[in-house]
């Protein structure tokens, strides 16, 4: 299985503040790394496709990006409503894979 | 609008097995997707278990390969995850959801999901 670590673990911001959470894979995955973003009610929601596609919906404040092994989500400006939980996903062979979480709290 | 609610029980023994059930309005399962569950350990590791296709075949992670069966129920649109023999390794949060695939491959996600049960293997 392909191994995806992600980091930070957890982050402290502001709001206002430019955030970067980053996701590595154990192998190249070729673009195939979605973002999801979890709300402390539970909720899950898709965020970025194929490394920077943003899924309908979701403000443009949330962008993403990499390549071979490395990739990042980015968030401009923090939002009161963007403090959750953050998880990269790859695709690039089966089974899908996790990263193991960014929780991202308020400073 | 598509939506997808997991039911079940909340304790299971160890040893017995975790059944759970998916509901889906909004969508009709056999119209198109992959039917997936996920769970998400104490501690915040998600793991990708399975899903049953629109067209009732089934990929099962290798790590539960002999443990796991999905199954559905087209005429209820409903799809059902069975976890036997758990041990408190399973206690989880299980979510339920659709498996997106488009563009030839290069999409592919989950875009929705159910609210999550939380299940606890305990005697």
Request: aromatic fraction near 14%; charged fraction near 15%.
């Amino acid at each position: 299985d392909i191994q995806m670590t992600q980091t930070p673990s957890s982050m402290p911001a502001s709001l206002g503040e430019r955030v970067t959470i980053s996701c590595r894979a154990s192998q190249g995955i070729s673009n195939y790394l979605n973002w999801y973003q979890q709300k402390p009610d539970g909720t899950i929601k898709p965020l970025i496709y194929y490394t920077s596609n943003l899924q309908s919906g979701v403000p443009s404040r949330f962008s993403g990006s990499g390549s071979g092994t490395d990739y990042s989500l980015t968030i401009s400006s923090l939002e009161p409503e963007d403090f959750a939980m953050y998880y990269c996903q790859q695709y690039d062979s089966s089974p899908p894979t996790f990263g193991g979480g960014t929780k991202l709290e308020l400073k | 609008e598509i939506q997808l609610q997991e039911s079940g029980p909340g304790l299971v023994k160890p040893s017995q097995s975790l059944s759970l059930t998916c509901s889906v309005t909004g969508y009709t399962i056999t119209s198109g997707y992959d039917w997936s569950w996920i769970r998400k350990f104490p501690g915040n590791k998600m793991e990708w278990m399975g899903y049953i296709s629109y067209s009732g075949s089934t990929n099962y992670n290798p790590s539960l390969k002999s443990r796991i069966s999905i199954t559905r129920d087209t005429s209820k649109n409903q799809f059902f995850l069975q976890l036997n023999s758990v041990t408190t390794e399973d206690t989880a949060t299980y979510y339920c959801a659709r498996y997106l695939d488009y563009y030839d491959g290069y999409y592919r996600y989950f875009d929705y999901w159910g609210q999550g049960v939380m299940v606890t293997v305990s005697s």
